[in-house]
């Protein structure tokens, strides 16, 4: 469905980018699920029919303006073509989207004590859960990996923390008192939403480490994981999007995720 540009800003080096749809497409549980975006515009002078795969842009809030669905979407920093196209768009500008897709983070509604997990660049995409969760009265507690490396830090620490309610707890640890704050933090959570930058496996398995020193067990439904991977086709036609199991097997994150139990990828 063909979306149209209403607000597109910097956002540390990534970019915030306002999309509406004509009419109304979803319920507006938005955390952990994508968009794939068509990066052309078909014109004349854009007149490459595949440029670029989909991309994958993830929603970061959800409001109803005049009946009309708004999305805000998180556009990645970095060199790639499709991302690059994609923070150039302005304003009235159309955008070719897909969705919105895929399994996103579900909280339990006796859930009262909610932890949010992640790094400077993924935390916005928990950020529609902030809401949900003060607004039902819970606790929302964040713990976000800081960077050491000024270079690495997609999303400055006080831009990220701005524009959370003040009713949110947060701390930003560097890596060596992060699993010390996860597994203290962890004892009194009741619900664990995690999305991290990185794929690799052994974050998850260390995530879970955490969390296990100081509760008794973790149970599944306790953890949830948003598998960071791009979604091409989003339909599992690809196999581009496999994420690894704890189990030894893959599975796709467009069909069968994006978000999954943490138990799922991490023994
Ligand atoms: S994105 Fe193609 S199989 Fe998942």
């Known amino acids: 469905m063909l979306a149209t540009v209403v607000a597109s800003q910097p956002y540390g080096r990534a970019t915030l980018l306002t999309v509406e749809f004509p009419v109304p497409n979803e319920a507006p549980t938005v955390a952990g699920r994508f968009f794939l975006a068509r990066c052309t515009d078909g014109s004349p002078l854009d007149r490459t029919w595949d440029p670029y795969l989909r991309r994958t842009l993830r929603p970061i809030a959800y409001t109803l303006h005049e009946g009309k669905p708004q999305y ?88 990220l923390l701005q524009n959370l309610p003040l009713a949110v707890e947060a701390h930003a640890e560097t890596s060596t008192a992060f699993a010390e704050t996860l597994a203290n933090l962890g004892a009194w959570a009741d619900c664990v939403c995690i999305a991290l930058t990185s794929s690799d496996p052994t974050a998850y398995s260390n995530l879970m480490r955490s969390l296990r020193a100081k509760r008794l067990r973790v149970d599944a439904g306790f953890a949830q994981a948003l598998w960071p991977g791009a979604t091409p086709c989003g339909v599992g036609a690809c196999l581009a999007c496999l994420a690894p199991l704890a189990s030894g097997g893959f599975t796709r994150a467009c069909t069968h995720g994006p978000v999954f139990d943490l138990i799922r990828l991490a023994a």
């Open 72 to 159: 805000t979407l998180l556009v990645p920093a970095g060199d790639d073509p499709g991302d690059r196209w994609l923070a150039q768009r302005h304003l009235g500008d159309s955008i070719d989207l897909l969705g919105p897709a895929g399994n996103g983070f579900t909280l339990d509604a006796r859930s009262r004590a909610l932890l949010l997990v992640s790094d400077q660049t993924s935390a916005p995409l928990l950020f529609p859960l902030v809401h949900h969760m003060l607004d039902g009265g819970g606790r929302v507690t964040l713990l976000v990996r800081k960077e050491s490396d000024p270079e690495a830090q997609t999303l400055p620490l006080d831009l």
